[in-house]
């Protein structure tokens, strides 16, 4: 029960996807830090900046730039060379931008600061640009004042000025010329100059490019030939600070009135700013500049991964590297909350159980893409201790890492709402509810005491990883606080096992041989893990439609499982 509907716009993460490529555990990864200023000190006069790189003698080259100007290239070490930062305490951005052997380039960024003072202002009126759209998302025109309603802090305001879309618009055009655009540079200027010259000619257009820096092309330009001709001048190198771009275009702008609008042509990869994203959001949202992006260049690309029941999971590439974007709903139905699902993902990576969370929002999730072979049931049988060892490492430091309100997990209060769940919707199978539940107190009585944990509980074969080095846990959405039988037995019925798998996967965790109320619990447990992923197959029918999902053959499989080990655990044991 991995992997929802597709949501539109999945396109619009990539914005927030950290840049890096996977870290390789035989290599040091190439590290850059500046050591001189450091960050948030106050400088001025003659200053030195240095920098650090690891491993010593992998760089051949450190670039140093402060305020988005080269200050000074250093071919060799020490990396360090003087730079007057003026007479006045003002704050400042230095970036150094080191070159590896290989030609991999990382860079590092602080800011000093300033000595500032604070100024309150009583605020009399505030400029709102609105733009509006009908359902097939075509601008509407000619709206009047009385369309619009202003509100702040639930109190309706008073609109004092009102005009329509004559209003004379001031546009700030930024185009990407960094490298990674060059085998599209052709395709942008192309688009650059249908966009330019289709703008009319009262409004007023400043043009930028941008790569490691910014630069002005063309400054107020009404003339549609004097912004087009800056534009056949591009030539791609560099990096690509866009962020810094946003920023420098909120403040091109300055507070004066005026309908402000900022377009942005770039492939979406941010490589060497200083400024963060959260920087650039904050500008933003702070300012009455609307902000468009348009997608230029190899941007991203994504491939369906296959195999998911209730989500829908992308590979997605880009210059930095390869991800993997989860898309899914919350689920009540089956107590699936996907902040919760967040939190435990972050956690599992600090306990270095899954890859890195790169970005999270209500149904999406965007993690790093490791190379890995996706396990079978043979494959987690086959690699018996290493999969008790995972589960160790799990119940051990996932508690100490997990945050926000706690998740819990029970399985016999599962299998009880599912019955709910299943009466109410009408199931073809809500006659036999009744001997399942009369089952299951039987099987809940059979559990005995163990230290509480936070588990996975859902080791289906496909959230196992295994990249020839060690198994990797993915998939956290049923993840809480609960027993460590139930991961014990949830993957020994999800995985087939021997009744000897089992023996040797319970002392391999125990560290000893289990008594007879251990494995008693187990063999209960065990099969209560089976009946809630046939139950969990059900109640998918009734409310899920994922693509490809035939939850009536889960339900059924399952349903077969859980026949058999009952069967068993009724011969060993005695019938309820």
């Known amino acids: 029960m991995m992997m929802t509907a597709i949501r539109t716009g999945l396109v619009l993460f990539a914005a927030a996807l ?35 790189a690891e491993p010593a003698g992998a760089a051949v080259s450190v670039i140093f730039y402060v305020d988005g100007v080269q200050v000074c290239a250093l071919p060799q070490p020490p990396f360090e060379c003087d730079w007057d930062a003026g007479v006045q305490v003002v704050e400042h951005q230095v970036r150094a931008v080191a070159t590896f052997t290989g030609g991999r380039h990382v860079v590092s960024n602080l800011r000093t600061k300033g000595l500032d003072y604070a100024e309150s202002v009583d605020v009399r009126s505030v400029q709102l640009t609105a733009t509006v759209s009908d359902s097939r998302g075509r601008f509407v025109k000619g709206l009047p004042r009385s369309s619009f309603r202003v509100f702040e802090d639930d109190r309706q305001q008073t609109i004092s000025h009102f005009e329509a879309e004559n209003v004379a618009l001031d546009l700030i055009v930024a185009l990407d010329i960094s490298a990674s655009m060059g085998p599209s540079m052709p395709a942008l200027k192309q688009a650059a100059r249908e966009f ?115 989500n829908a999971s992308f590979i997605v590439t880009d210059a930095s590297g390869k991800y993997v974007a989860r898309v899914g709903e919350d689920f009540p139905c089956h107590h699936v909350f996907r902040d919760r699902e967040a939190r435990a993902s972050r956690a599992a990576y600090e306990a270095g159980l899954s890859p890195e969370v790169i970005h999270a929002e209500q149904g999406l999730m965007v993690v790093r893409f490791i190379e890995a072979k996706t396990c079978s049931e043979a494959d987690v049988r086959n690699n018996l201790e290493r999969s008790a060892e995972i589960l160790k490492k799990c119940h051990r430091d996932m508690k100490r ?70 198994l990797w846990l993915i998939d956290w959405e049923y993840g809480g606080f609960g027993t460590a039988m139930f991961d014990l037995a949830n993957i020994s019925a999800n995985n087939s096992f021997s009744a000897e798998d089992e023996r040797r996967l319970l002392t391999h965790y125990f560290e000893k041989v289990p008594d007879e109320a251990t494995q008693r619990a187990f063999d209960a447990m065990k099969t209560a893990s089976a009946l809630r992923e046939a139950t969990w197959g059900m109640v998918s029918e009734l409310h899920l439609n994922a693509p490809g999902g035939d939850y009536v ?12 080990a009952l069967k068993t655990f009724e011969d060993r044991y005695g019938a309820s």
């Open 553 to 564: 053959a889960h339900a059924n499989e399952y349903l077969g499982r859980y026949e058999r």
């Open 401 to 470: 890492r997990i945050t926000g309100p706690a998740s819990v997990f029970w399985v016999f209060h599962v299998l009880r709402d599912y019955a709910h769940t299943l009466k109410e919707g009408g199931h073809s199978r809500v006659g036999e509810i009744p001997r399942w539940m009369a089952q299951v107190d039987f099987l809940e009585e059979a559990q005995v005491p163990l230290p509480v944990i936070f588990g996975h509980h859902d080791l289906l074969p496909g959230n196992f990883m295994d990249d020839g080095v060690r």
């Open 196 to 310: 330019l010259t289709a703008i009319p000619a009262s409004n007023r257009v400043t043009l930028l490019a941008f790569n490691d820096t910014s630069f002005t092309l063309a400054r107020g330009a009404t003339n549609p030939a004097e912004r087009v001709k800056a534009v056949d001048r591009l030539v791609p190198w560099g990096g690509t600070a866009l962020y810094d771009v946003l920023v420098r275009g909120v403040d091109m702008f300055g507070s004066g009135a005026g309908r402000k609008a900022l377009i942005v042509f770039t492939d979406g990869e941010d490589y060497g700013s200083g400024a963060s994203l959260e920087e650039a959001e904050t500008r933003l949202q702070s300012s009455d500049v609307t902000l468009y992006m348009i997608g230029q260049g190899k941007g991203v690309t994504l491939e369906p991964l296959k195999g998911g029941l209730s």
């Open 18 to 52: 950290a840049l890096g490529e996977v870290p390789r555990a035989q290599a040091q990864a190439p590290s850059l830090a500046i050591v001189s200023p450091r960050d948030a000190a106050f400088v001025a006069g003659h200053t030195l900046l240095r920098a650090r």
